[in-house]
Protein backbone atom coordinates (compact mmCIF):
# COMPACT_ATOMS: atom_id res chain seq x y z
CA UNK A 1 0.00 0.00 0.00
CA UNK A 2 1.20 3.16 -0.73
CA UNK A 3 -0.98 5.11 1.56
CA UNK A 4 -3.39 8.34 1.71
CA UNK A 5 -1.89 10.82 0.09
CA UNK A 6 -2.47 14.70 0.01
CA UNK A 7 -1.70 17.65 -2.41
CA UNK A 8 -0.60 20.15 -2.16
CA UNK A 9 0.91 19.86 1.18
CA UNK A 10 1.15 23.46 1.72
CA UNK A 11 -0.80 26.37 -0.06
CA UNK A 12 -0.95 29.93 0.47
CA UNK A 13 -3.94 32.13 -0.35
CA UNK A 14 -5.33 35.36 0.02
CA UNK A 15 -8.61 36.08 1.55
CA UNK A 16 -11.73 35.57 -1.04
CA UNK A 17 -9.95 33.22 -3.25
CA UNK A 18 -11.02 29.57 -3.52
CA UNK A 19 -9.17 26.61 -2.91
CA UNK A 20 -9.60 23.27 -4.19
CA UNK A 21 -7.37 19.96 -2.44
CA UNK A 22 -7.13 16.73 -3.54
CA UNK A 23 -7.06 13.10 -1.61
CA UNK A 24 -6.04 10.10 -2.87
CA UNK A 25 -7.11 6.85 -0.38
CA UNK A 26 -5.61 3.63 -0.03
CA UNK A 27 -6.69 1.55 -2.77
CA UNK A 28 -9.45 -0.55 -2.05
CA UNK A 29 -10.39 1.69 0.84
CA UNK A 30 -14.25 2.70 -0.08
CA UNK A 31 -14.29 5.02 2.98
CA UNK A 32 -12.67 8.63 2.84
CA UNK A 33 -12.93 11.02 5.54
CA UNK A 34 -12.13 14.81 5.83
CA UNK A 35 -10.81 16.32 9.20
CA UNK A 36 -9.61 20.24 10.07
CA UNK A 37 -7.12 20.64 12.42
CA UNK A 38 -6.30 24.03 14.04
CA UNK A 39 -3.27 24.24 15.48
CA UNK A 40 -2.68 22.77 19.68
CA UNK A 41 -5.88 20.97 18.96
CA UNK A 42 -7.09 17.50 18.21
CA UNK A 43 -8.67 16.85 14.62
CA UNK A 44 -12.43 17.84 14.01
CA UNK A 45 -14.74 15.80 11.31
CA UNK A 46 -15.67 17.40 8.39
CA UNK A 47 -17.70 14.76 5.98
CA UNK A 48 -17.04 11.12 5.23
CA UNK A 49 -18.02 9.29 1.87
CA UNK A 50 -18.50 5.32 1.48
CA UNK A 51 -17.60 4.77 -2.53
CA UNK A 52 -18.98 8.05 -4.47
CA UNK A 53 -22.33 8.90 -1.82
CA UNK A 54 -21.38 11.58 0.90
CA UNK A 55 -23.35 9.98 4.08
CA UNK A 56 -22.47 12.70 7.04
CA UNK A 57 -21.57 16.31 7.12
CA UNK A 58 -20.54 17.97 10.45
CA UNK A 59 -21.93 22.11 11.09
CA UNK A 60 -18.23 22.93 10.80
CA UNK A 61 -18.38 22.68 6.93
CA UNK A 62 -19.97 25.85 5.95
CA UNK A 63 -21.54 25.92 2.64
CA UNK A 64 -18.58 27.85 1.65
CA UNK A 65 -17.33 24.03 1.88
CA UNK A 66 -17.79 21.57 -0.53
CA UNK A 67 -16.80 18.04 -1.27
CA UNK A 68 -16.93 15.22 -3.98
CA UNK A 69 -15.52 12.24 -4.42
CA UNK A 70 -16.99 11.58 -8.05
CA UNK A 71 -15.80 8.19 -9.11
CA UNK A 72 -15.52 6.43 -5.57
CA UNK A 73 -11.75 7.12 -6.03
CA UNK A 74 -10.40 10.56 -4.86
CA UNK A 75 -11.72 12.88 -3.00
CA UNK A 76 -11.59 16.84 -3.62
CA UNK A 77 -12.59 19.25 -0.53
CA UNK A 78 -13.16 22.92 -1.92
CA UNK A 79 -13.71 26.07 -0.05
CA UNK A 80 -14.87 28.77 -1.64
CA UNK A 81 -14.30 32.90 -0.32
CA UNK A 82 -11.59 31.43 1.91
CA UNK A 83 -11.55 33.54 5.49
CA UNK A 84 -8.68 34.37 7.55
CA UNK A 85 -10.56 31.51 10.08
CA UNK A 86 -10.00 28.62 7.30
CA UNK A 87 -6.28 28.56 7.80
CA UNK A 88 -5.42 24.74 9.34
CA UNK A 89 -4.63 21.65 8.40
CA UNK A 90 -7.08 19.77 6.42
CA UNK A 91 -6.44 15.78 6.74
CA UNK A 92 -7.87 12.80 4.63
CA UNK A 93 -8.12 9.29 6.02
CA UNK A 94 -9.50 6.20 4.47
CA UNK A 95 -10.60 2.59 5.91
CA UNK A 96 -11.57 -0.56 4.65
CA UNK A 97 -14.78 -1.64 3.55
CA UNK A 98 -17.09 -2.02 7.00
CA UNK A 99 -16.96 -4.35 9.72
CA UNK A 100 -16.25 -4.08 13.28
CA UNK A 101 -12.14 -5.08 13.03
CA UNK A 102 -11.76 -2.85 10.51
CA UNK A 103 -12.44 0.35 11.30
CA UNK A 104 -9.08 1.80 11.47
CA UNK A 105 -9.00 5.22 9.78
CA UNK A 106 -5.63 5.71 7.93
CA UNK A 107 -4.38 9.35 7.20
CA UNK A 108 -2.80 11.05 4.67
CA UNK A 109 0.14 13.81 5.31
CA UNK A 110 -2.14 16.74 5.29
CA UNK A 111 -2.82 19.91 3.62
CA UNK A 112 -1.78 22.99 5.76
CA UNK A 113 -3.51 25.90 4.21
CA UNK A 114 -2.66 29.72 5.32
CA UNK A 115 -4.69 32.44 4.68
CA UNK A 116 -4.16 35.97 4.60
CA UNK B 1 -22.82 13.14 22.26
CA UNK B 2 -19.58 11.24 22.10
CA UNK B 3 -16.77 13.38 23.74
CA UNK B 4 -13.15 12.79 24.78
CA UNK B 5 -10.63 14.07 27.53
CA UNK B 6 -7.44 14.05 27.92
CA UNK B 7 -5.04 15.29 30.52
CA UNK B 8 -3.62 18.41 30.03
CA UNK B 9 -0.62 19.03 28.91
CA UNK B 10 2.60 19.19 28.02
CA UNK B 11 4.34 16.72 29.48
CA UNK B 12 8.64 16.38 29.71
CA UNK B 13 10.59 13.73 30.71
CA UNK B 14 13.71 12.18 31.00
CA UNK B 15 15.00 9.41 28.67
CA UNK B 16 13.42 5.96 29.87
CA UNK B 17 11.23 7.49 32.42
CA UNK B 18 7.83 5.98 33.01
CA UNK B 19 4.69 7.26 30.63
CA UNK B 20 0.96 7.59 31.90
CA UNK B 21 -1.01 10.59 29.43
CA UNK B 22 -4.48 9.89 30.45
CA UNK B 23 -7.44 9.73 28.97
CA UNK B 24 -11.42 9.32 30.00
CA UNK B 25 -14.26 9.66 26.91
CA UNK B 26 -17.99 9.86 27.05
CA UNK B 27 -20.04 7.65 24.47
CA UNK B 28 -23.49 5.74 23.81
CA UNK B 29 -22.71 2.26 23.25
CA UNK B 30 -19.52 0.35 22.61
CA UNK B 31 -16.97 2.78 21.03
CA UNK B 32 -13.89 1.48 19.55
CA UNK B 33 -10.83 3.56 21.38
CA UNK B 34 -7.39 4.41 19.30
CA UNK B 35 -4.05 6.44 20.43
CA UNK B 36 -2.59 8.19 17.44
CA UNK B 37 0.57 9.60 17.23
CA UNK B 38 1.44 12.96 15.32
CA UNK B 39 5.29 13.84 14.70
CA UNK B 40 6.39 17.55 13.85
CA UNK B 41 5.14 18.33 10.57
CA UNK B 42 3.18 14.93 9.47
CA UNK B 43 -0.27 13.38 9.74
CA UNK B 44 -1.54 11.07 12.05
CA UNK B 45 -0.17 7.46 12.36
CA UNK B 46 -2.26 4.89 14.25
CA UNK B 47 -0.23 3.99 17.49
CA UNK B 48 -2.56 0.76 19.05
CA UNK B 49 -6.56 0.18 19.24
CA UNK B 50 -8.65 -1.64 20.99
CA UNK B 51 -12.35 -2.09 19.66
CA UNK B 52 -13.85 -4.39 22.98
CA UNK B 53 -13.99 -3.98 26.99
CA UNK B 54 -10.55 -4.74 28.70
CA UNK B 55 -8.58 -5.40 25.18
CA UNK B 56 -5.54 -4.14 25.56
CA UNK B 57 -3.84 -2.28 22.26
CA UNK B 58 -0.08 -2.49 22.58
CA UNK B 59 3.14 -1.68 20.06
CA UNK B 60 6.14 -0.40 20.27
CA UNK B 61 6.29 -0.36 24.07
CA UNK B 62 2.64 1.33 24.35
CA UNK B 63 0.39 -0.14 25.95
CA UNK B 64 -3.56 1.29 26.67
CA UNK B 65 -6.32 -1.00 28.13
CA UNK B 66 -10.21 -0.40 27.50
CA UNK B 67 -11.68 0.07 30.72
CA UNK B 68 -15.55 0.53 30.20
CA UNK B 69 -16.25 0.75 34.30
CA UNK B 70 -14.14 3.57 34.57
CA UNK B 71 -14.59 5.15 30.73
CA UNK B 72 -10.64 5.09 30.67
CA UNK B 73 -7.69 4.00 28.16
CA UNK B 74 -5.22 5.46 29.18
CA UNK B 75 -1.71 5.44 27.29
CA UNK B 76 1.82 3.88 29.07
CA UNK B 77 5.25 3.59 27.87
CA UNK B 78 7.52 1.53 30.68
CA UNK B 79 10.97 3.64 29.04
CA UNK B 80 10.17 6.40 27.33
CA UNK B 81 13.17 7.20 23.84
CA UNK B 82 14.27 11.05 22.97
CA UNK B 83 12.53 9.54 19.31
CA UNK B 84 9.01 9.16 21.02
CA UNK B 85 8.36 13.18 21.22
CA UNK B 86 5.53 13.86 19.75
CA UNK B 87 1.94 14.43 20.45
CA UNK B 88 -0.32 11.89 21.13
CA UNK B 89 -4.07 11.54 20.77
CA UNK B 90 -6.60 9.64 22.32
CA UNK B 91 -9.89 8.91 19.77
CA UNK B 92 -12.99 7.50 19.61
CA UNK B 93 -15.37 5.53 16.97
CA UNK B 94 -19.01 5.54 17.94
CA UNK B 95 -19.87 2.64 15.39
CA UNK B 96 -18.10 0.79 12.34
CA UNK B 97 -17.23 3.28 9.99
CA UNK B 98 -18.30 6.44 11.46
CA UNK B 99 -16.19 9.58 12.21
CA UNK B 100 -13.39 9.92 14.98
CA UNK B 101 -13.87 12.25 17.77
CA UNK B 102 -10.30 13.12 18.77
CA UNK B 103 -9.11 14.55 22.36
CA UNK B 104 -6.86 17.60 22.29
CA UNK B 105 -3.66 16.07 22.37
CA UNK B 106 -0.62 15.50 24.57
CA UNK B 107 2.46 16.80 23.73
CA UNK B 108 5.27 14.94 24.78
CA UNK B 109 8.94 16.09 24.88
CA UNK B 110 11.54 13.47 25.98
CA UNK B 111 15.16 14.91 26.73
CA UNK B 112 18.28 12.94 27.14
Known amino acids: DTGVSQDPRHKITKRGQNVTFRCDPI?????LYWYRQTLGQGPEFLTYFQNEAQLEKSRLLSDRFSAERPKGSFSTLEIQRTEQGDSAMYLC??????????????FGPGTRLTVL | GNSVTQMEGPVTLSEEAFLTINCTYTATGYPSLFWYVQYPGEGLQLLLKATKADDKGSNKGFEATYRKETTSFHLEKGSVQVSDSAVYFCALSGTSGSRLTFGEGTQLTVNP
Open chain 1, 27 to 31: SEHNR
Open chain 1, 93 to 106: ASSPPAGRLTDTQY
